[in-house]
T-cell receptor, first 113, second 108 residues
């Protein structure tokens, strides 16, 4: 059984740039959720994808967007990066969209300068 | 607004001590409460508690859900240095809502 993987591990971007983060879900899982974790805070829900459709969104602006592919892997795209976007971005997969425990990947550390 | 509050924010103990971490919540459409351990990056799943499963135990760790009081506790007995981590509580409705976590440091 393959766990959740994310790439890249670390990333440094300049304010105003765009970034794409990638996530491969655990084998057999069809739901992917993305979270932003700022230093000293708990993860904050960005959005969830279930069977290639967005299935819920947290309080994040439209410049945060995503995709899910037929193999259930997913991308998080952030446009017009701001300094406050610096955080650990976590991806989690689960077997169904609700009511199931989510398994997290190792995260991508994004630094915006 | 849905919220999850954890206490204490930080805890320092010696090996062998027993600790209790607290989590309270005000969340609409509650489905379950989850505990995670975060050491460096990825939170690792510990327990999921629901209305039909309000008490879980695994080795030295145990957790109880009190739906009446809208709270949960995570107990760790005979703590070890390897228990040092941030412990996150999260409540699931249509998404996971996390608390800020409790940082536990266990010294020899």
């Amino acid at each position: 059984e393959t766990g959740v993987t994310q790439s890249p591990t670390h990333l440094i971007k300049t304010r105003g740039q765009q970034v794409t983060l990638r996530c491969s879900s655990q084998s057999g899982h069809n739901t992917v959720s993305w979270y932003q974790q700022a230093l000293g805070q708990g993860p904050q829900f960005i959005f969830q994808y279930y069977r290639e459709e967005e299935n819920g969104r947290g309080n994040f602006p439209p410049r945060f967007s995503g995709l899910q592919f037929p193999n259930y892997s997913s991308e998080l795209n952030v446009n017009a990066l701001e300094l406050d976007d610096s955080a650990l971005y976590l991806c989690a997969s689960s077997l169904v969209s609700t009511g199931a425990e989510q398994y997290f990947g190792p995260g991508t550390r994004l630094t915006v300068t | 607004e849905d919220k999850v509050v954890q206490s204490p924010l930080s805890l320092v103990v010696h090996e062998g001590d027993t600790v209790t971490l607290n989590c309270s919540y005000e969340v609409t459409n509650f489905r379950s409460l989850l505990w995670y351990k975060q050491e460096k990056k990825a939170p690792t799943f510990l327990f999921m508690l629901t209305s039909s499963g309000i008490e879980k135990k695994s080795g030295r760790l145990s957790s109880i859900l009190d739906k009446k009081e809208l709270s949960s506790i995570l107990n760790i007995t005979a703590t070890q240095t390897g228990d040092s981590a941030i412990y996150l509580c999260a409540v699931l409705n249509d998404k996971l809502i996390f608390g800020t976590g409790t940082r536990l440091q266990v010294f020899p």
